[in-house]
């Protein structure tokens, strides 16, 4: 188990109810994140923990960018490109399913992002993770999921990983994906959470191809091997991290949202990596219709 220095520091903000998505700029100091059942697109300063904060017409489940400052965030009804200077949302991609939203995201190292949907009850078997396509459609490749989470790419390997955090499932898996379109083959079970104290939650990857994942409702980050096998254990100082972001400009800040519980949860915590622990992987911008 390896103990890092968290600290609290998200400030001129009311706690989120259900903080999701940190996504850092990577040409500012900034990074972007939701507050999913309180309605809210957040920006907070890594540095100064100064932030902003506007509200959602809807559900946000997640939010990347096209390029520093354009938020692009999903929502119930499709995807939006968020204008900071107007508060104001434009339809991008639209998702037509009543009573479900969109959840967790990533975009690959080639610009490609990468979304799940849900049911807004968390119905099961109403969930799926899609690709949004170069005609601004939306391609799915899996489905009959009920929380999904966990996606990340790892592109060197040509492998996407996905989680379920439904309490009765607690999986994640790994599919390999074609350099040009998406999952090919069979999805294998990479690990499960089951036999943990949390459940599968937001990720990403580090240098070495780890994968980081947070323990929802288990204080902990965990992060796996290569081959799925559980490397270490991280402490975070509330009951329900959500989410991990590399951060930073060497990438080596991690920074977690959490849902409201406990002392410290609806808040952001920060921590460094010390030497000996790899860097993490940057989240590229989004390349909007790129195939």
Known sequence: MTRLNFEVFSKNHNRSELGESPCQDPESEDLWWVDVTGCRLMKTNIVSGETEVWKTPEYPGFVVLFATGVPAVGMQSGIFKFTPETGSFELLIRFDQVGCRFNDATVDQRGRLWASTMALDGQAGRAA?????????????VDGLSIPNGLAVDQERERIFY??????????????????SGPIGEAALFTSTGNLKGRPDGAALDQEGFYWIAGVDGSELYVFDLDGTLHDIIPVPFPAPTKISFSGHDKRLIVVTSKNMGKNGGHLARARLP???PAGIAQPYWNFGTP
């Open 129 to 141: 993770i899609h690709l949004v396509t170069a005609d601004h459609g939306l391609k799915t490749f």
């Open 163 to 180: 989680s379920d955090s439904h309490p009765g499932v607690q999986s994640i898996w790994v599919a390999p994906i074609a350099k040009q």
């Open 275 to 277: 030497l000996g622990m």
